[in-house]
């Protein structure tokens, strides 16, 4: 897997409309392989796809269970992009943190991350 670029410090998010502050700063950019890049596009376009058919299914007034049966297969989709994202995540950025000295911080933001998935 490619590890991420240099990492940047973070940049300042722009100012709000209403004068408030920024809500978080940016995150650096993330390289990834062309591979990768593909393969995340292709499985978004797959449950875009998916969400869509669920959408007809409404509009056709479709059985309740068959609607159910498809959220479903939409939520392990997107179950399993997270997964994928997560686990680039934790071999490219963590790892990269810990070795630039900032694993600590990595760490927690990735564990918040995961306890998200927990709910």
């Known amino acids: 897997m490619a590890l991420p670029r240099k990492p940047s410090p973070a940049r300042a998010a722009p100012p709000r409309r ?9 995150h650096p950019r993330v390289a990834r392989d062309a591979a ?27 059985y309740c269970v068959d609607i159910l049966t498809q959220v479903s297969a939409v939520q392990s989709a997107l179950d399993a992009l997270a ?16 070795a630039s000295g900032d694993g600590a911080h990595a760490i927690d933001e990735a564990l918040a991350v995961i306890r998200k998935f927990g709910r």
Do not use: S, Y
């Not at 209403?18 to 700063?25: F, M, N, S, V, Y």
């Not at 499985?43 to 479709?62: A, H």
């Open 18 to 26: 209403d004068g408030a502050p920024p809500l978080r700063p940016r």
């Open 83 to 98: 997964r994928n994202l997560l686990e680039h995540h934790l071999h490219g950025c963590v790892a990269h943190a810990i």
């Open 36 to 62: 990768q890049t593909t393969a995340l596009a292709k499985r978004l376009r797959r449950i875009e796809g998916q969400i869509r058919g669920i959408g007809r299914m409404i509009d056709d007034d479709r």
